[in-house]
T-cell receptor
Framework: KAGVTQTPRYLIKTRGQQVTLSCSPI?????VSWYQQTPGQGLQFLFEYFSETQRNKGNFPGRFSGRQFSNSRSEMNVSTLELGDSALYLC??????????????FGQGTRLTVV | GENVEQHPSTLSVQEGDSAVIKCTYS??????FPWYKQELGKRPQLIIDIRSNVGEKKDQRIAVTLNKTAKHFSLHITETQPEDSAVYFCATSGYSTLTFGKGTMLLVSP
């Protein structure tokens, strides 16, 4: 069974640009959550999608957005990139919604560097 | 929203010692408490989890205890080995998606 796949693995972007990251969940999983990981800040929740609907959103500016497709694949977009957006972006897939206590499986992450 | 505090941020032990990591949470609706291990350069992986109707769970050298009244839960690793060196994250979920603590870097010296 294939795991959670994130593409691309690495990205270097310039301030002001926008970027789109992709996450393919485990087959049969309908929930995809996105997290930003930076040193000392742990895993900060961005948003969760379940059956193509955004269920929850973390405390991030509107420059961060996402969507989920009918095959459960998800994308997140960051517009007008800032230096502080440099981070490892992780997605996690679960069979059920995040509030139902199901195990979350993480992808390898996309390392975004903004210069 | 939910707030999860994790302590300590760094923990150094000698091989064979025990290690304990503690987390407190704020949302009384939290009912699922997983622990993740993240080795350097790798993805976080679930090592053990517990639900609110259980007070303790063990899996070989790893155990988790939960005190719902006090809103805290702990990870216990016995007979630590160098391969246990990693960052450990606690998390909770209740009404919302998993909320993580800031992590504990565990260093096990041979």
């Amino acid at each position: 069974k294939a795991g959670v796949t994130q593409t691309p693995r690495y990205l270097i972007k310039t301030r002001g640009q926008q970027v789109t990251l992709s996450c393919s969940p485990i087959s049969g999983h309908r929930s995809v959550s996105w997290y930003q990981q930076t040193p000392g800040q742990g895993l900060q929740f961005l948003f969760e999608y379940f059956s193509e609907t955004q269920r929850n959103k973390g405390n991030f500016p509107g420059r961060f957005s996402g969507r989920q497709f009918s095959n459960s694949r998800s994308e997140m977009n960051v517009s007008t990139l800032e230096l502080g957006d440099s981070a490892l972006y992780l997605c996690a897939s679960s069979r059920d919604r995040g509030d139902r206590g199901t195990e979350a499986f993480f992808g390898q992450g996309t390392r975004l560097t903004v210069v | 929203g939910e707030n999860v505090e994790q302590h300590p941020s760094t923990l150094s032990v000698q091989e064979g010692d025990s290690a304990v990591i503690k987390c407190t949470y704020s949302d009384s609706a939290s009912n699922y408490f997983p622990w993740y291990k993240q080795e350097l350069g790798k993805r976080p992986q679930l090592i053990i989890d517990i639900r609110s109707n259980v007070g303790e769970k063990k899996d070989q050298r790893i155990a988790v205890t939960l005190n719902k009244t006090a809103k805290h839960f702990s990870l216990h690793i016995t007979e630590t080995q160098p391969e246990d060196s990693a960052v450990y994250f606690c998390a909770t979920s209740g009404y919302s998606t998993l909320t993580f603590g800031k992590g504990t870097m565990l260093l096990v010296s041979p």
